[in-house]
């Protein structure tokens, strides 16, 4: 049974600092790696989505890396904003025909302050 | 265009009620899909459905849930016989076909319909 992993579980920066959310895997049989933000009591924004045959995915200040065999995944956000506060949540997609079956880690909840 | 969207957005209702959640997904995704969030166990799937296919079930909790598809399009996620374990943020999320263009299978996911059951 796929688990996934995020840590930290709650970061709190100041603004303008460069910060890195990990994620990990235990079944490196995947099909994608989405990466999620969600704000409090909303829905979730996806924000990069990494296909397994690639190593990265780029938006904006958002760079997502995949290290398929090692079962990871890092988030990097340059130059942090207030406005990047809320809770990111890295989303797993099986291999196979269950490819639409997303497992969720517990996410990290940011706090960037002024 | 028009994001996915779900109603009601809240829904209180007593224990051993059956309550129907609806979802209507982006218009020309044929897959979509139904997740729960709650504060114990975090993000969970539940059901998919991908075009004419069979749709997924293995996650639904118990015999008390269903979920159907009409059209293609819109879907209802029915729970009968509410309990309290089912209080929950129920999300709904819908992605395109392969080869349409856009991210293959990026989940597109609505607000949610927030559930309490008394």
């Known amino acids: 049974k796929q688990e996934v992993t995020q840590i930290p579980a709650a970061l709190s920066v100041p603004e303008g600092e460069n910060l890195v959310l990990n994620c990990s895997f235990t079944?490196?049989?995947?099909?994608?790696l989405q990466w999620f933000r969600q704000d409090p009591g909303k829905g979730l924004t996806s924000l990069l989505l990494?296909?397994?045959?690639?190593r990265e995915q780029t938006s904006g200040r958002l760079n997502a890396s995949l290290d398929k065999s090692s079962g990871r995944s890092t988030l990097y956000i340059a130059a942090s904003q207030p406005g990047d506060s809320a809770t990111y949540l890295c989303?797993?997609?099986?291999?196979?025909?269950?490819?639409?079956?997303?497992?969720f880690g517990q996410g990290t909840i940011l706090t960037v302050h002024p | 265009g028009a994001g996915v969207s779900q109603s009601p957005s809240n829904k209180v209702t007593e224990k051993g009620k059956d309550v129907e959640l609806r979802c209507d997904p982006i218009?020309?995704?044929?897959?979509l899909y139904w997740y729960r969030q709650s504060l114990g166990q975090g993000l969970e799937f539940l059901i998919y459905?991908?075009?004419?296919?069979?749709?997924?079930k293995s996650g639904l909790p118990s015999d008390r849930f269903s979920a159907e598809r009409t059209g293609g399009s819109v879907s209802t996620l029915t729970i009968q016989r509410t309990q309290q374990e089912d209080s929950a943020v129920y999300l709904c999320?819908?992605?395109?076909?392969?080869?349409?263009?856009?991210?293959?299978?990026?989940?597109?996911f609505g607000p949610g319909t927030r559930l309490t059951v008394t």
């Open positions: 999320a819908s992605s395109s076909p392969l080869g349409s263009g856009g991210r293959v299978y990026e989940q597109y």
């Open positions: 079944d490196s049989a995947i099909y994608n």
């Open positions: 990494i296909q397994s045959s690639q």
């Open positions: 989303a797993v997609g099986p291999g196979g025909t269950s490819y639409g079956k997303l497992t």
């Open positions: 218009s020309g995704h044929t897959a």
């Open positions: 459905f991908q075009g004419n296919s069979a749709p997924d």
